[in-house]
């Protein structure tokens, strides 16, 4: 059958790509495959199982996390920053084993969080956050969207290897017999990746995250999974829970038998006959981590045997066969000498402190580091003059630790919020819990950043206008707002040309008609492409899109509540508390009545609606699991027969349609007394 074919195709790429890291085909084609195989299943649903490698790409969001308890406790473990602590752990060991042969096992300890994967006969049922140990939340539906776990297990190959003195009986790990296998593991996120994440955040005028592993957790503990997915989170397993219907007598024999069943094991895992081969290992370690990808603050270490572990047992908090060594951060102090002001796109103040003298951490100078906001400024009591600790997150992005309060000087100072913009000088300053930014919507350091979104491939697209010239026509006050691209001159546009290029344009009047030409052709780009491109607080390419095609024209747009935007479908309460303030501010309503009197065309074309409309007038609320039906698509069958889809039940509702496992918001029609139908129900009244 073609749908079983296709799906152990795009298995064995997976486990090619992110496994073994030897891809054979390209994305694209890859791409191809799994497009084929969702339409394959929407086509058929009957045929859709949990393990399709289609769950990868994020199902339906869900509306709470549910708990699971462990079957083994996941414990935290002992760590320690010194060598001769290590040296009394192995004295204790060897204590405890009275004089029985023992050997270790070191890896990285990756900066991640912890996951526990439960599989029963080959098969992932529950993935599980830690939580407090005994309990933690079940996360399968967003464990699923992560690479390198495995849905299904591999049958190991015959011939894998077992190591030296390891057992495990690899035909029973996916035999008939019944198995159960819990595997417990890193989520994390890679340097790389981690920049792209932020990178994007930028993009669509969201604060970056302070750390990859903070933003792991937070990922990992999103309810929509397609958030999740697009956040290409990693795992690496480092231990295990409940074992069942296989024989494994040690972890070196584990960490074999994960790779033969088709996990991404360490690459630094070793085993060490004796301290003095595990002292070693740190000292060489220190150095590798520094070129690993991703963020390592240690290295954990464990006696092998299992049968051993046992005899050591475990104290009320740790197990006694485990120790985690952490490597000092690369830290230094010195004295936060003054407190700078920069003013993003979005109008965004942030605080950086300015460092007197310079530290050299990792390989550079830090001069400066980001202070965030002033709730971070004011957790930390972080004042000017202080003496401060300063590290790097992943060796890279400079930040303070806090400050030495001990050695605090008598002319330290509260760091204030700035009382007009830096840039600009106008006070008419946003305070929004720990940030303040700059409401001038033609304020000039934002204008330049501001200029470049606008005129981004995924806004107004006007490739004509390069970074340099933007930076001319600032300069010579050719372009003081948004508006004023509409107004430019040929003239003005040759001065500025002439001006950016050192070796002087070789036709500036024709180079000048382009870009004319690109601005010109920008007008008509629609709503959407413009919301997006005016850089408003927390509004994006998404919002832009979902509100240009609600609203259709701005008109419209400019007479809704903040109710009426915060309504639409995936737009939160802050949201569209900020587009609403963008439109009704002074600044922001001159900015839109400039670029609309200069020919900008602020309408959405629609798309038009024909055929019935069964749904014309009414208000629909879906939750739960639907069968045949993704969310968006419901959504968007509803708002196509001319319905209306809401997020949350009120006594305007029309009706709900509630999936299997439907929560409190069933809970909610039933006590408003509004219609409760299911999904083939609504099939039936959307005509089929
Ligand atoms: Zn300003």
Not at 61 to 70: N, S
Not at 331 to 349: C, N, Y
Not at 487 to 510: C, F, I, M, W, Y
Request: hydrophobic content about 35%; overall charge negative.
């Amino acid at each position: 059958m073609e749908i079983e074919k296709l799906r152990s195709e795009i298995r064995r790429h997976d486990d090619l790509y992110y496994v073994q890291a030897r891809p054979e085909i390209s994305d694209q084609d890859y791409d191809k495959l799994m497009r084929r195989l969702v339409e394959l299943e929407t086509a058929h649903p009957e045929l859709l199982t949990p393990d399709s490698p289609s769950q990868r790409v994020g199902g339906a969001p869900i509306e709470a996390f549910t708990q699971v308890t462990h079957a083994v406790r996941m414990m935290s473990i002992d760590n320690t920053y010194s060598e001769a602590e290590v040296r009394d752990f192995d004295e204790r060991v060897k204590k405890l084993l009275e004089g029985r042969k023992y050997s270790y096992t070191c890896e990285p300890k990756i900066d991640g969080v912890s996951l526990s994967l439960r599989y029963e006969d080959g098969v992932l049922k529950t993935a599980a956050t830690r939580g407090n140990g005994t309990v933690g939340d079940d996360v399968t539906h967003n464990a699923k969207t992560i690479r390198n776990i495995p849905l299904v297990l591999k049958k190991p190959e015959a011939r894998s290897q077992k190591p030296e003195g390891a057992l495990f009986d690899a035909d029973s790990a996916l035999g008939t017999q019944h198995s159960v296998l819990e595997v417990r593991g890193e989520v994390f996120i890679a340097r790389a990746q981690f920049a792209k994440i932020n990178a994007a955040q930028e993009e669509a005028g969201e604060e970056p995250y302070a750390n990859p592993r903070n933003t792991a957790a937070g990922t990992l503990k999103q309810l929509d999974p397609k958030v999740v997915a697009s956040r290409k989170l990693d795992f690496i397993p480092h231990g295990n829970g409940e074992i069942a219907g296989v024989e494994v007598d040690s972890y070196t024999a584990w960490q074999c038998l994960l790779g033969a069943l088709g996990f991404k094991t360490s690459e630094h895992f070793v085993q060490c006959k004796d301290v003095d081969e595990v002292i070693a290992f740190l000292h060489k370690f220190a150095e590798v981590r520094k070129g690993l990808p991703y963020d390592t603050d240690g290295v954990v270490i464990k006696v092998d045997d299992f049968e051993q572990r046992g005899m050591l047992g475990v104290t009320s908090k740790a197990p006694r066969w485990c120790i985690a060594y952490k490597y000092q951060p690369e830290q230094a102090e010195t004295e936060l000498a003054r407190v700078v002001f920069q003013v993003g796109k979005s109008g965004k103040i942030t605080p950086v402190g300015e460092f007197e003298p310079p530290v050299f951490i990792s390989g550079t100078n830090v001069y400066r580091a980001s202070l965030h906001n002033y709730d971070e400024i004011a957790r930390k009591d972080l004042r000017l003059h202080d003496r401060v600790l300063v590290e790097k997150a992943g060796e890279i992005i400079p930040y303070v630790v806090g400050a030495v309060t001990e050695k605090r000087p008598k002319h330290a100072e509260v760091i204030e919020r700035p009382k007009e913009c830096p840039s600009c000088g106008s006070k008419e300053l946003e305070h929004e819990g720990g940030f303040t930014s700059c409401r001038n919507a033609s304020c000039p350091a934002q204008l330049a950043e501001r200029l470049r979104y606008f005129a981004g491939r995924n806004q107004m697209d006007i490739n004509e206008l390069g970074e340099k010239l933007i930076e001319k026509l600032l300069e010579k006050g050719h372009v003081t707002s948004l508006a004023d691209l509409y107004r430019l001159t040929h003239e003005q546009v040759v001065d500025a040309l002439k001006r950016a290029t050192t070796t002087g344009e070789s036709n500036p009047s024709k180079a000048a008609q382009n870009v004319l030409e690109g601005i010109a052709g920008s007008k008509g780009r629609g709503l959407s492409r413009l919301l997006a491109g005016l850089g408003i607080l927390h509004v994006g390419n998404r919002t832009a899109a979902i509100v240009a095609e609600h609203f259709g024209t701005l008109e419209k747009l400019r007479a809704a509540s903040v109710e009426e935007i915060d309504a639409l479908p995936d737009i939160g309460e802050v949201v569209a508390k900020s587009l609403h303030d963008f439109l009704h501010s002074a600044s922001g309503a001159k900015l839109l009545d400039d670029l609309v009197a200069l020919g900008v065309k602020a309408d959405e074309p629609r798309v038009e609606r024909t055929g019935p409309q069964p749904f014309a007038g009414k208000t629909i609320v879906v939750t739960g699991t639907l069968k045949a039906l993704k969310r968006d698509e419901i959504k968007k069958k509803i708002e196509s027969l001319g319905g209306k889809s809401t997020d949350s039940v009120s006594k305007n509702t029309s009706f709900l349609v509630a999936g299997d496992e439907a929560g409190s918001k069933l809970e909610k029609a039933k006590k408003l007394g509004v219609e409760v139908i299911d999904e083939a129900e609504f099939l039936r009244r959307a005509g089929g």
